[in-house]
Nanobody
Framework: QVQLVESGGGLVQPGGSLRLSCVVS????????MGWYRQAPGKQRELVAV???????NYAESVKGRFTISRDNAKNTVYLQMNSLKPEDTAVYYC?????????WGQGTQVTVSS
C-alpha cells in the first residue's frame, strides 16, 4: 500500500519561507511523477508544481520564481521550497504521486501566510 506523508506546513509572515516535505512509502518512488497541489477555502484544488522521474519540472504561473520543487530518490522524498510567501498562498497543500493508472494523495498540510 502506497502512503504519502506531508510535513513542514505552518504559520508564516508575508515574505517568509517554508519547506514542505512528502515521504512516500510502499511504492517505487523513482518512477512516480510527483506533484504538489493546494486547495484554499471555497476554491478548487489546483496544481502548484510537478516533477517527473527525469526531473523535468512545471509550475503554476502564480508561483514561478518563488517556489522550487525537488526530489531525493534515495530518501523517497519530494520537497517544495516556498519563498516570498503571500497571503494568497494560504491553503492546504497536498502531495501527489502518479504513474500510469496509479494515483495517490497525502493527507495535506496547512500553510497559512498572515501577519
Amino acid at each position: 500500500q502506497v502512503q504519502l506523508v506531508e510535513s513542514g506546513g505552518g504559520l508564516v509572515q508575508p515574505g517568509g519561507s517554508l519547506r514542505l516535505s512528502c515521504v512516500v512509502s510502499g511504492g517505487i518512488f523513482s518512477i512516480y511523477t510527483m506533484g504538489w497541489y493546494r486547495q484554499a477555502p471555497g476554491k478548487q484544488r489546483e496544481l502548484v508544481a510537478v516533477i517527473t522521474w527525469s526531473r523535468n519540472t512545471n509550475y503554476a504561473e502564480s508561483v514561478k520564481g518563488r517556489f522550487t520543487i525537488s526530489r531525493d530518490n534515495a530518501k523517497n522524498t519530494v520537497y517544495l521550497q516556498m519563498n516570498s510567501l503571500k497571503p494568497e498562498d494560504t491553503a492546504v497543500y497536498y502531495c501527489n504521486a502518479q504513474y500510469s493508472v496509479e494515483n495517490y494523495w497525502g493527507q495535506g498540510t496547512q500553510v497559512t501566510v498572515s501577519s
